[in-house]
């Protein structure tokens, strides 16, 4: 998204119309993208991630992504929420896509704002019924690793280690954690 002069590059996803502008709407606080041509005002909201740290009795599932970004580094299963989908159904459908891994959903390990990337990650206790999993388009390498040979230097992401070390620590309840830094690091994209 461009932003110069208070307007955007962006199509109008209602209208069709290349004519969207940053404004404060009326009795509103914030400015939104709003399109001068059929007056739709664009709501942005932060996505959600959602994921589980999964294992098969004391090891850990980890993948080594095969895509952009941090291709080459090593993660959970994990991805972007669909509609239609509820939190638990994500989870185990990542597991599925990125490892061919069938998985039994038994805690919640964490919850994650990352202000700075607009998202929210939802990360549980996954569980394998079997120690099978594959490699998948997605994932270039995958692993039952025990912790001690857990790659802490090359995760793909900050929230990574956050989650792997509340799911090793056991801090019960609900984590939350502002992101700091920002930039490529913390990124989550498609
Ligand atoms: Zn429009």
């Not at 461009?2 to 307007?7: F, P, S």
Request: overall charge negative.
């Amino acid at each position: 998204m461009m932003k110069e002069n208070n307007e955007s590059s962006d199509f109008c996803s209602r209208c069709g119309q290349q004519s969207i502008k940053f404004l404060v709407p009326t009795n509103d606080n914030r400015e939104r993208k709003v399109c001068h041509h059929c007056h739709f005002i664009h709501y942005e909201n932060p996505k959600v991630v959602v994921g589980a740290v999964t294992t098969y009795e004391d090891k850990f599932l980890l993948c080594k992504r095969a895509i952009e970004p941090q291709l080459g580094l090593w993660t959970y299963p994990a991805g972007f929420l669909e509609n239609d989908e509820s939190l638990e159904e994500g989870a185990k459908r990542e597991a599925f896509e990125e490892a061919f891994a069938e998985i039994d959903i038994s805690h919640l390990v964490g919850v994650y704002s990352l202000t700075r990337i607009n998202q929210v990650h939802i990360i549980y206790a996954g569980t394998m019924r079997k120690p099978d999993y594959q490699v998948s388009v997605e994932s270039s390498e995958v692993l039952l690793l025990d912790r001690v040979d857990i790659p802490w230097e090359s995760l793909a992401f900050p929230v990574i280690k956050w989650a792997l070390e509340a799911y090793i620590t056991n801090v019960p309840g609900v984590v939350e954690r502002k992101s700091s830094g920002g930039g490529l690091d913390e990124a989550w994209m498609r």
